[in-house]
């Protein structure tokens, strides 16, 4: 695959002679913002151009040795994320080492190094972000190809129909294998009608395949292992589709997962040792930042509530309500009364986009997430998290445990006062939709990290002060 292997280390060439003059760059101006507010003193250029070069050498030479440079590299951003803490944190360590060593004469300032180093972790961070997310450079487009054009492999289709949806790869096409329902299948992508026993391995490679995705409907008897096997032996990725759904999706697809599949998983328990641990200190810490800034709009909500109807009625501007929690531990959350106080008089009933028992001042509140900031006294008594599953109340819990496979599994963590679903599917008012938000849940169960709570924490500050909540 020569032409494929030139493309790799052509990308791979780039990156290194972008993120060298990134590094470099962000060195200088580092330097220069130090003695520009006075903390550092202006220095010969000579010397300067030594030190960067010193750094900018060494973050390269890790970051290589870490397998960023990796042509192949398929990692998580997450994973990325770690690896370049690695280098630049090892580089930190080596350029301390060799120019006490050897250009002890040519040392800068004690600001100089954690200042560029602490810059250049954020701009390689944000650079890699564009590159692998959204393609820039001709970076983490991967060419793939579909095996499968039945019904599992049209959830592709279905689900991933937008050019946003595809920004990490170039889709081939579909290749049918025998077994796969066609009926339900591929409708409007690109079918390929390839024997795979003939010339698939040669299609492979004259079209630069770099994935290859497993999403027949039917796999015994019907899938090639010996070509699979000597794909992979080439370097071909090969991939099962829940996997890459999981990947380029940010969601499980509950409806297609199979036993073998979850064995041969993580599972949907955290493996983070550290954030466990910190798990109530970090939450209990936050809420009490948030409450700091947020008491005079809780007291005001609270006064508005009342005029609103709660001296009329003689109902609490409070709202308790039983949840279930982590592990199925029933707890009482707290909210503030946004409906009437009879919206229940005729039993539990899912709560709708523009539900007419939601009070005048309820609409306002809900849209801000108001209602929400009285569970910050959940947190504290250690029942909730600031991230994590929505919890659900024990009537729907029961229908849902037997109507949605694996929905148990979403109490494996506490319940959160937002979570990954609610970003990505905002409503949930049928089993339909808890099966869509499911999805959501369980990957934010099985991939839980504080990175991925900085994420969700980050954009839900986007929807509360936009009022995109309900």
């Known amino acids: 695959m020569p032409a494929q292997k030139n493309k790799q280390n052509k990308r791979s060439n780039i990156l290194v002679a972008t993120e060298a003059l990134l590094i470099g760059y962000m060195s200088y101006i580092s330097h220069f913002i130090l003695v520009q507010i006075g903390i550092s003193s202006s220095v010969p250029v000579e010397k300067l151009i030594v030190n960067v070069a010193l750094l900018a050498v060494f973050i390269l030479l890790c970051s290589l040795s870490v397998g960023l440079y990796e042509a192949k590299l398929r990692e998580t951003f997450r994973g990325i994320i770690r690896r370049i803490f690695v280098s630049v944190g090892l580089s930190y360590f080596l350029v301390e080492v060799v120019s006490r060593a050897f250009f002890d004469s040519l040392i800068m300032d004690s600001y100089f190094l954690p200042t560029s180093v602490s810059s250049i972790i954020v701009t390689l961070v944000v650079f890699r972000y564009f590159t692998n997310r959204l393609g820039l450079l001709g970076l983490g487009k991967v060419r793939i190809l579909v095996l499968g054009a039945g019904e599992r492999a049209s959830i592709i289709e279905k689900r991933m129909r937008r050019d946003v949806d595809r920004i990490g790869f170039d889709l081939i096409g579909f290749i049918p294998i025998p077994g796969d329902n066609r009926e339900e299948g591929i409708k409007k992508e690109k079918i390929i009608h390839l024997k795979i026993d003939e010339g698939f391995q040669q299609f492979v490679i004259d079209n630069d395949i770099e994935e290859i995705v497993i999403a027949c409907d039917q796999r015994r008897g019907t899938l090639p292992v010996e070509v699979l096997f000597d794909c992979r032996l080439r370097g071909i990725e090969v991939t099962e589709l829940l996997d890459f759904m999981e990947r380029e999706t940010g969601q499980i697809v509950v409806n297609l997962m199979y036993p073998s599949w979850v064995i041969y998983s993580n599972g949907f328990h955290s493996q983070n040792y550290l954030r466990d641990a910190l798990d109530y200190s970090l939450n209990a810490l936050l809420a009490c930042f948030v409450l700091f800034f947020v008491w005079p709009i809780m007291l005001f909500t609270a006064l508005f509530i009342y005029v609103d109807d709660g001296k009329r009625t003689g109902v609490s501007v409070f709202y308790k309500q039983e949840r ?54 959940n947190v504290f008594k250690g029942e909730m998290a600031f991230i994590g599953p929505r919890p659900e109340r024990p009537e729907f819990v029961e229908q849902l445990v037997r109507e949605v496979p694996y929905y148990n599994q979403r109490h494996n963590v506490k319940p959160g006062l937002a979570g990954w679903a609610q970003l990505n599917y905002p409503y949930g008012a049928s089993v339909e939709d808890s099966m869509e938000k499911l999805k959501f849940d369980l990957y934010y169960v099985k991939h839980q990290s504080l990175l991925l709570d900085l994420l969700i924490l980050i954009r839900t500050v986007e929807v509360v002060l936009f009022g995109k909540g309900r």
């Open 324 to 377: 279930v929690g982590q592990n199925g531990k029933l707890f009482n959350i707290i909210k503030f009364r946004s409906m009437r106080p009879d919206a229940e008089k005729d039993g539990a009933k899912w709560a709708s986009k523009n539900d007419d028992r939601v009070t005048r001042i309820g609409h306002f509140i809900r849209k801000y997430r108001i209602d929400e900031l009285p569970q910050l006294l």
